[in-house]
């Protein structure tokens, strides 16, 4: 039975210019501008991306790490990976087990005092900043004090308090008040922000952040790791007891890598490489190549359900909540940009940097902390992560797609991409379209709004829920299309996610 009596609808972006879709809306819409003036859809990514970290700090910043999809109008196409790395004064033997169970759901046997989940020794080297740097540099186009000046301006406004970000303070609340420069930030008076009922919209200080933006703009991004803004950060990391050293930050470096690319059915479809869950998701797509979906019916839905227990079992994969962001750009000349960034866990690992007013990532968490596994903790190494975004390249139309919701990205990244080729479907009723989720090698959860019922497969437990606003279910996706032939491009975010929206220019 339903508990929810409302029905939750957004209607697709269309636009014969750009479209920029996040998960914040005002973010968006600064990407949509860098479009009208002129930018093209690299430069309105990293003006979103950005936005999103002064917006949504929660999710994700220059705090924390991020992968990167590039196509190209004239062919091109390219993989940036910023993921996060531990640093190299790692200790594994800082992570003792503490027996039983990670009670967060991640997956993992838990680590004494949750070392690896807030606190000093969660903290990965940030790769975000050089990510967009690395794009910035090769394929944008419009100076960088332009693509900061927009984030800068929210930092000075100050961060606005609603009933979402209440929310979100509150779910974190048992653990930033542990650490007393976050708990200063977000929990004034010792409690969770709350708007008041007459309707004004109370600010939070932003901090270091706005003198972070500023030097940044003047000394480039590469000034995160080299410059006045590193020296800022590796003062907050010594304050915090962060064991991250120059030479992490001196010797970390974005890579530029080619994309996976799978044909499906007409189409080809571009993953990210390395440690995300490009290799996933394209082994997922070789297997349902193979079988036969005709409609969203109760064989089309057994078929992903068996394709993605498949892939959870063979894959090593955190399985646990994550805090991440995804946005896609589409500019006019049909330059493609699909692009997932994370702190990883709710307000990453829970420290605020002083100086720098930045978020810290809690990166080491992706790591297994039992020694001797693939994934085990280690330093100087990228962690395994489920970050997964996707182009889809066909004969008549082209997508970026992608979603946040950690072990929730691959099932929905799968499906949409599933019902845009497969099903022929727009953006509006694929995203519309009721899901699955796999959440590990043995559980399928269902949207009940699907008019059918499904069996379980084999040594699988079923469940039926709704989908709500949090937690989210069904991961929350964002894409654009492109239509070369008829000039028509849209934009799409999950519908239930109250922020979200796609922004044409």
């Known amino acids: 039975m339903r508990r929810d009596a409302w029905q939750v609808r957004k209607q697709a972006v269309r636009s014969r210019g750009g479209i920029v879709a996040a998960q914040h809306v005002e973010a968006a819409t600064i990407g949509a501008e860098i479009l009208r003036g002129g930018g093209n859809a690299v430069d309105a990514a990293v003006a979103t991306s950005l936005a999103l970290g002064v917006l949504e700090p929660w999710m994700s910043g220059l705090g924390g790490g991020g992968c990167m999809l590039v196509r190209l109008a004239d062919g091109g196409s390219h993989a940036v990976d910023c993921g996060m790395v531990a640093p190299r004064r790692l200790d594994p033997a800082a992570y003792p087990l503490a027996g039983g169970m990670a009670g967060d759901l991640f997956g993992w046997p838990a680590v004494v005092e949750v070392r690896n989940r807030h606190g000093p020794l969660a903290v990965a080297v940030p790769g975000l900043a050089d990510g967009l740097r690395l794009a910035h540099e ?3 186009t419009m100076s960088l004090p332009e693509l900061v000046a927009p984030a800068l301006a929210l930092a000075e406004r100050g961060f606005e308090v609603d009933w979402y970000v209440s929310q979100m303070v509150t779910g974190a609340a048992a653990d930033l008040r542990r650490y007393p420069h976050a708990a200063d930030c977000w929990l004034p008076d010792g409690l969770p922000p709350a708007p008041p009922w007459t309707g004004d919209t109370p600010t939070l200080a932003t901090g270091g952040l706005c003198d972070t933006l500023r030097r940044l703009a003047v000394e480039g991004l590469r000034g995160f790791y080299e410059g006045e803004t590193a020296e800022a950060l590796l ?15 001196a010797g970390y470096r974005a890579r530029q890598l080619e994309p996976l ?10 993953a990210m490489p390395g440690p995300f869950a490009g290799t996933t998701i394209t082994r997922s797509l070789e297997q349902l190549d193979r079988e036969p979906l005709g409609g969203a019916d109760e064989a089309t839905f057994a078929a992903l359900a068996r394709t993605l227990l498949r892939a959870y079992r063979e894959r090593l994969e955190p399985d646990g909540p994550a805090c991440t962001s995804h946005l896609n750009a589409v500019d006019r000349h049909g330059n493609l940009v699909a692009l997932t960034q994370t702190l990883l866990s709710t307000f990453g690992s829970k420290l605020l940097g002083p100086r720098t007013g930045l978020l810290l990532n809690n990166g080491i968490m992706w790591f297994d902390p039992r020694p001797g596994r693939p994934n085990s903790i280690a330093p100087g190494v990228q962690p395994l992560s489920n970050m997964c975004p996707v182009i889809g390249l066909g004969p008549h139309r082209r997508f970026a797609l992608g979603a946040s919701g950690g072990r929730r990205i691959l099932p929905a990244v799968l499906q949409i991409t599933a019902f845009l080729v497969d099903l022929n479907q727009r953006l509006e009723p694929a995203f519309h379209q009721p899901r699955l989720d796999v959440s590990g090698p043995d559980l399928v959860t269902v949207d009940d709004r699907l008019p059918f019922e499904l069996e379980p497969p084999p040594g699988a437990v079923l469940r039926r829920l709704g989908p709500r606003p949090s937690p989210l279910l069904f991961a929350c996706p964002t894409a654009v299309l492109d239509e070369p032939a008829s000039g028509w491009r849209e934009g799409m975010t999950e519908p239930i996610q109250p922020r979200a929206d796609a922004v044409a220019a």
């Open 138 to 140: 090769r394929w944008g």
């Open 235 to 249: 003062a907050d990391c010594a304050e915090l007891g962060v064991p991250l050293g120059r030479d992490d930050l």
């Open 261 to 270: 690319a799978v044909p499906y059915r007409a189409e080809t479809i571009l």
